[in-house]
């Protein structure tokens, strides 16, 4: 079990910790006509705080839930991020919150597990927890990773840390290995090469690795300095689009999105101006000629370009020759969560490391 949550400045001396719970919606907010229906339900209907009834409270904490958004992570938005960040970030600064918990839908996770990590490099431990089955299934895995979820916030090797943590049927993921694997399984996530952090079992945490350590890491590969402006303050964030080089790949899209971000800039198009491209390369980052070419022209008219890889585990590991070269800015992170830290590096916020 967690060790007894130690006492906070400008906490009274033997008063509860606060484990504030913000939701967002997704599959673990869902209902479905049917309780044998676990695709054709609506996702983000029930409220946090009704996800809670039932569930104890850690030893020494009380929960308090916040419905931040309530929405199908599929269609996660920047105005839903900039006002998760700016919870998440007020939780944070109040002397009586330990830990952090978001309910969050399962499509998008690793993105905002990244965002949360990259902004804000909590000191306090904040947890994402989803669900691949919806709350009105015979079986719904809501529940259980909630209470996971709880045990790990409250854990003192993760209280020790602080980071953003991932978990899921059971296993624990930094926010920078984390990602979906599959789509229908309830143990749908994975680390990548590094694996699971950590396993929840019979109510506590056993950690596979110091939390701590892996930590500084993540401000390693993520560091973030002193903006102008938070990013929750922000209201247009950057463009940045994911392209991915595969056979046959030229250069038409990129043309295309340089066209549109020239019609921005003169004032002929309403959307924002292309500001950034990840592109996932095959193999080692490697990218098609002819789009190469195209990334080539769109860096000489101002956009960042991000190299990574497409394969499901394992780093591009740079070189300056051969199949290494292009000048790219090369990411160690996957697409989805590359495109999320040049964005930030685009907001001030980040340097890609």
């Known amino acids: 079990m967690s060790a007894p949550p130690a006492e906070a400045p400008g906490v009274a001396p033997g008063a509860a910790r606060v484990l ?4 967002t919606g997704g599959t673990i907010a869902g209902r479905a006509a049917r309780a044998d229906d676990l ?7 029930v409220a946090v705080q009704d996800l809670l009834q039932g569930l104890p409270e850690p030893p020494g904490w009380t929960l308090q839930a916040q419905q ?7 269609d996660m938005t ?10 998440v970030h007020a939780a944070l600064l109040d002397p009586a919150v330990g830990a952090v918990l978001v309910t969050h839908g399962t499509d998008t996770l690793e993105e905002t597990a990244w965002l949360l990590q990259a902004a804000l490099a909590p000191a306090k431990p904040v947890v994402l927890t989803g669900a691949m089955r919806p709350a009105t299934a015979l079986a719904p895995d809501g529940p259980q990773n909630l209470a996971e979820a709880l045990v790990l916030a409250t854990d003192q090797g993760t209280q020790g840390a602080g980071g953003v943590w991932v978990t899921l049927a059971g ?3 930094d926010a920078a290995a984390v990602r979906k694997v599959h789509p229908a399984r309830v143990d749908a996530f994975g680390g990548g090469d590094a694996g699971p952090a950590a396993w929840v079992e019979g109510g506590r945490v056993r950690w596979l690795l110091d939390p701590a350590a892996r930590v500084a890491a ?8 002193a903006p102008a402006r938070p990013p929750w303050q922000v209201e247009a964030w950057p463009r940045v689009e994911w392209i991915t080089s595969h056979g046959g790949a030229d250069g038409a899209l990129v043309r295309a999105l340089l066209a549109q971000r020239r019609a921005a800039r003169a004032g002929q198009d309403a959307d924002a101006p292309l500001a950034g491209l990840v592109v996932a390369g095959t193999g080692n980052g490697s990218v098609h000629a002819e789009l190469a070419d195209a990334l080539r022209q769109a860096q000489q008219e101002g956009v960042a370009v991000w190299i990574t890889t497409r394969c499901a585990e394992g780093e591009v590991l740079p070189s300056p020759h051969g199949r290494g070269a292009g000048g790219w800015t090369v990411t160690s992170l996957p697409p989805a969560k590359a495109r999320v830290s040049l964005m930030l590096a685009l907001l001030g916020q980040a340097v890609p490391r």
């Open 39 to 45: 695709i054709g339900y609506q996702a983000g209907v």
């Open 20 to 23: 504030r719970v913000l939701g």
């Open 68 to 74: 931040v958004a309530n929405v199908d992570s599929k």
């Open 78 to 87: 920047v105005a839903v991020w900039r006002a998760l960040l700016q919870a």
């Open 171 to 173: 296993r624990v993921f």
């Open 218 to 225: 993540l401000a390693a590969r993520a560091h973030t300095g």
